[in-house]
Structure formats: structure tokens, C-alpha cells
């Protein structure tokens, strides 16, 4: 998957800071969302393809299209920017033999058993966990918001986990 620059898990998704930021450093000229709900939503992706800027390609997909996609080389051009909604999206892939070189998480809400590792990023035990087994995969998992901000590694986040 070498056109891809840069694999990210926001629940936003497509907003300001990933679109005028990430898609503009790594010079994106597609973005796939990979979610299994909103593949399933029309409108709802509909939303999605129209929150891109010009010149930048939206495809809002399944999961079983994102493996397929990725085995058939798909993504072996460009300047790809994957979007995953969750933590489960992206295991779900990792699971399904999708091999990741790194993966940013950069957007995941607070609430209950929740910790915030860096301000606009809250995780669980369950989510540590998930994160652990995606980087045990080879994939470097790191958090940062945006590009300005310095990176967090998995390590030091599920130590602010632990307390």
C-alpha cells in the first residue's frame, strides 16, 4: 500500500484540521473512509464526499471492500489518506491481514473509564488493549491531534492509562 501517507482513526473524520492540515502535508488526493455503517448510509457518505475540498477523491466503504481493495493493489499509488471512524474499524482490518506501517489516532471522544492521553484524545483499557495489538502487528501507533503537536507514543499513553 504504498500510496498510502497516512492511515488515521478520528470519529470526526472528514473536518477542518483533517482536511486543511493532514490532507495538505501529505498532499492528499483521496480520502477513504473506511466504515462499515456509513458504506451502509448513503446520505450520511454522501455528507462525507461533499466535505472534501476539490481535487481530493472521497470513497466511503466497507470493511470487506477496504481488504479487497488493499489485496487487489489499489492502493499502491497516490496519495492516499485512510480514515477509520474507530479503534474497532482499524483492528478490524489489522485482523483481516491489512498490514499497516503506522497508524495516528487522532481524534477519539471522552466520557466513562475514559483518560485523555492529549487533549481531544480519550482512551480506554479495551481501547489500550486494541491499540497494543495493532502495533504487535508491526504498525507504529502514535496519537497527535495535528501536525504541529508533538507525537505521543503507545507506550507513554497507556502509561497516562494506568495513571
Known amino acids: 500500500m504504498q500510496g498510502v501517507k497516512l492511515v488515521r482513526i478520528d470519529f470526526r473524520l472528514i473536518h477542518g484540521q483533517v482536511i486543511t492540515k493532514w490532507s495538505n502535508k501529505i498532499a492528499a488526493t483521496r ?3 473506511v466504515n462499515d455503517e456509513l458504506a451502509e448510509d ?19 466503504i466497507s470493511l470487506d471492500t477496504f481488504q479487497e481493495n488493499a489485496r487487489s493493489g489499489e492502493y499502491e499509488n497516490g496519495n492516499i489518506l485512510i480514515l477509520f471512524r474507530g479503534i474497532q474499524d482499524a483492528r478490524a482490518a489489522v485482523e483481516r491481514g491489512i498490514k499497516f506501517e503506522q497508524i495516528q489516532v487522532g481524534g477519539l471522544g471522552s466520557g466513562d ?11 480506554d483499557q479495551k481501547d489500550a488493549k486494541d491499540l497494543s495489538f495493532i502495533e504487535n502487528t ?21 502509561k497516562k492509562v494506568r495513571g
Open 42 to 60: 448513503e446520505f450520511m457518505a454522501d455528507i462525507y464526499v461533499m466535505a472534501a475540498p476539490p481535487g481530493i477523491t472521497v470513497d466511503v
Open 113 to 123: 473509564g475514559r483518560t485523555s492521553v492529549v487533549k481531544g484524545i480519550s482512551i
Open 138 to 158: 508491526g504498525a507504529k501507533v502514535t496519537f497527535q491531534v495535528t501536525p504541529e503537536e508533538k507525537k505521543l507514543s503507545l507506550e507513554n499513553a497507556i
Open 31 to 33: 480520502i477513504v473512509v
